[in-house]
């Protein structure tokens, strides 16, 4: 089995003239953590949005557990089955809160297993608002929503975009813990995008620097905090303005 799960070669996304990603060659490991960190404007959101191939690249190639993977409505359902998005301002639908876990499981044509959702809610601290209208909660609760709507789907990758920037610091602790077990329980792989340095190095196994659009560094992650290679990279631990 190739020990990649991601392979991206000369991979570019642009929009109109403008190109927002450009990255030569990044592996990402299977069953690994990986933390992308960069400034506003980067490219991190980008490089998500090409990793969960709703949207194709421009040029260049991404390969998946092998194979290359067109993206956009060229991507084949059963790589997109795999592969799991939650954002930092997550869209949650009209009903309740266990409701809005079941549905990806509905729309996979899965029966809703209510002991796995109830099990689930329990996990991220919300079994006692599972009947309540969703809309109705708070951000840090609706946050837990739609991680605990993303694990249900037991993925085979989870990709997370700020997913606590506007989080308490317990909501981060307890997002953070589940996180992590699941990648060590069920060897998922984690990428996941953050201005936050600090939760890039508690989290990452690796970490990625993206700069302008360009992937600067690549590293485990006590190499990429004590010895980074690129004087850009140290620049950014040390939080110095590079952009």
């Known amino acids: 089995m190739n020990d990649f799960l991601y392979t991206l070669h000369r991979a570019t996304r642009r929009y109109g003239q403008r190109t927002v990603l450009a990255v ?3 592996a990402i490991r299977r069953g690994e953590i990986l933390a992308v960190v960069g ?28 194979k290359p993977v067109a993206g956009g409505d060229a991507a084949p359902l ?14 949650l639908l009209k009903r309740s809160v266990a409701a809005n876990v079941a549905f990806g499981l ?37 946050q837990r929503v739609a991680l605990a709507r993303a694990l249900v789907l037991r993925p085979d990758v989870l990709l997370l975009d700020e997913p606590t920037a ?17 990648n060590r329980e069920q060897g998922t792989t984690v990428i996941f995008v953050t201005h936050n340095t600090f939760q890039a190095r508690r989290m ?11 992937l600067v560094e690549v590293a485990d992650t006590e190499t990429f905090f004590e010895n980074p290679q690129d004087p850009r990279t140290a620049a950014f631990v040390r939080g110095e303005m590079i952009y």
């Not at 969960?52 to 690249?57: A, D, G, H, R, V």
């Not at 059963?78 to 869209?91: D, K, S």
């Not at 506007?166 to 699941?182: F, K, W």
């Not at 990452?204 to 360009?214: H, N």
């Open 24 to 26: 030569d060659d990044l």
């Open 39 to 66: 400034p506003s404007g980067a490219g991190k959101s980008t490089l998500l949005r090409l990793l969960n191939f709703l949207e194709p690249t421009t040029s260049g190639e991404i390969c998946f557990d092998g």
């Open 78 to 91: 059963a790589v997109l089955r795999r592969i799991t998005t939650v954002f930092q301002r997550p869209v």
């Open 106 to 142: 509905a729309l996979r044509g899965e029966r809703a297993n209510s002991a796995a959702v109830r099990s689930i809610l329990e996990e991220v601290g919300l079994s006692h608002l599972a009947g309540e209208a969703a809309r109705s909660l708070s951000g840090g609760e609706a």
């Open 166 to 182: 506007n989080l308490d610091p317990a909501n981060v602790a307890l997002m953070e813990r589940i996180v992590a077990r699941l």
């Open 204 to 214: 990452g196994q690796r970490v990625a620097l993206l700069l302008d659009g360009q």
